[in-house]
């Protein structure tokens, strides 16, 4: 079983539309949460981190649901520039390699 | 400042040669990472340094790959001789200290094809 599993997409979305992903994750002593962000061809880049008690960051919203085990990002008022790659990563405690998601990819259109 | 720089970008090459690949961390960042995407598939982690020293190299696929990093700076991946199914996208990270909560920053990537 992966360590983390994400719908691969892709989500072909018009623009303004909300829209949202989720993300779960198989070992329960997984203890740090993100969402990165890839273009194509480029870095994986750090969208936000990932808190118990959920976070906002302008219209991206991050939850995490331990008893579940899944992690969700949810994007409102989408633009042309959030087409991209979002990748789901997780961290053990005392551990440093990240574990990734394949990655969700999200169109969004005109 | 600087991010996280690899060199090369692209690099071809046929089966059963040697190719180097490096890695330029942030300044300052004690932690290095190497990780790997094979196409169709996750980024997964190949190995961590923590200054000169490999605290982690469980993600290594075989001996055919050696990572170096002397002195504590830049690293480098070996791949001596590849094979085919190493054609991937190698990625370099690099964070600061020692929790589990260090955001680590990443480079474009070196794209590798064996031929």
């Known amino acids: 079983r992966k360590e983390v599993e994400q719908d691969p997409g892709p989500f072909n979305v018009p623009e303004g539309a909300t829209v949202a992903f989720n993300c779960t994750y198989s070992?329960?002593?997984?203890?740090?949460f993100f969402w990165y962000r890839q273009d194509c061809r480029k870095e994986p880049k750090l969208l936000m981190s990932v808190y118990s008690s959920g976070n906002e960051d302008g219209r991206f919203t991050a939850q995490l649901n331990r008893a579940s085990q899944y992690i969700s990002l949810l994007i409102r008022d989408s633009k042309l520039s959030d087409s991209a790659t979002y990748l789901c990563?997780?961290?053990?405690?005392?551990?440093?390699?990240?574990?990734f998601g394949s990655g969700t990819k999200l169109n969004v259109k005109p | 400042e600087a991010g996280v720089t690899q060199f090369p970008s692209h690099s071809v090459i046929e089966k059963g040669q040697t190719v180097t690949l490096r890695c330029d961390p942030i300044?300052?960042?004690?932690?290095l990472y190497w990780y790997r995407r094979v196409m169709g598939k996750e980024i997964k982690f190949l190995l961590h340094?923590?200054?000169?020293?490999?605290?982690?190299e469980s993600g290594m696929p075989n001996n055919r790959f050696l990572a170096e990093r002397t002195g504590g700076t830049y690293s480098t991946l070996k791949v001596q001789p590849a094979e085919l199914e190493d054609s991937g996208v190698y990625f370099c990270?690099?964070?600061?200290?020692?929790?589990?909560?260090?955001?680590?920053?990443f480079g474009a990537g070196t794209r590798l094809s064996v031929l």
């Open positions: 990563v997780v961290n053990r405690y005392n551990f440093n390699k990240f574990y």
């Open positions: 070992n329960s002593a997984s203890q740090s």
């Open positions: 300044s300052g960042h004690d932690n």
């Open positions: 340094f923590v200054k000169e020293s490999k605290q982690d």
């Open positions: 990270a690099s964070s600061q200290g020692t929790l589990s909560t260090n955001i680590q920053y």
